[in-house]
């Protein structure tokens, strides 16, 4: 892995940070074409930068821990502002900022009791943020161009995202558990 904090998919990450004030702005004021279109560079930029780090052979350890961090970032903010402006229910935006509070806190134990272990997400954790990531993009999408058929899964996607967020939060505790018990590395696969 590269030691260089400037490098091309880390720069592309800094700027895909920068623009999330702009994002929740845009959201806070109801410009959703905005929003929509801060969003849909972010994803592109997040494709992008995970491209160039491997055909550059710029992977770095910066890299590692900042592009998930700014996907987070994107996302719980995402939640909270839409929360904020009445788009998404309260207590959805509750279960997935707790669950990502669990997770931190479970992180933090073991960091601090037997040292820093990789803490890989599981399937489920992955099919989670993806529904997760689908929510808002729909949400902001319905706000921001008139497609009817956008608001008619808008209602069974924002379940079918409490159902995964309740269960993988759940099954990243036990795994983890599990395995810290049992001496094995606390990977959640």
Do not use: C
Not at 118 to 140: A, D, E, H, N, R
Request: aromatic residues 12%; positive net charge.
């Amino acid at each position: 892995m590269a030691t260089h904090i400037f490098t091309v998919p880390n720069q592309i990450t800094f700027l895909r940070l920068a623009t999330l004030p702009f994002f929740l702005i845009f959201i806070y004021y109801g410009r959703f074409q905005w929003a929509l279109a801060i969003l849909l560079a972010a994803a592109f930029t997040d494709l992008l930068d995970g491209i160039l780090a491997r055909r550059l052979n710029q992977k770095s350890a910066l890299g590692a821990y900042l592009d998930p961090i700014a996907d987070k970032l994107l996302l719980s903010s995402s939640f909270l502002m839409l929360a904020v402006k009445g788009e998404l229910f309260w207590w959805l935006t509750i279960l997935v900022l707790s669950r990502d509070v669990l997770i931190l806190a479970i992180s933090a134990a073991i960091l601090v009791t037997v040292g820093y272990r990789p803490l890989p997400p599981s399937i489920y954790g992955k099919i989670t943020t993806g529904v997760q990531i689908l929510l808002v993009f729909v949400v902001i999408a319905t706000e921001a161009v008139s497609l009817p058929w956008l608001d008619r899964i808008e209602a069974p996607l924002t379940y079918l995202v409490a159902a995964f967020t309740i269960f993988s939060g759940v099954h990243y505790s036990f795994v983890i558990a599990r395995r810290l018990q049992a001496g094995e590395p606390p990977s959640a696969d």
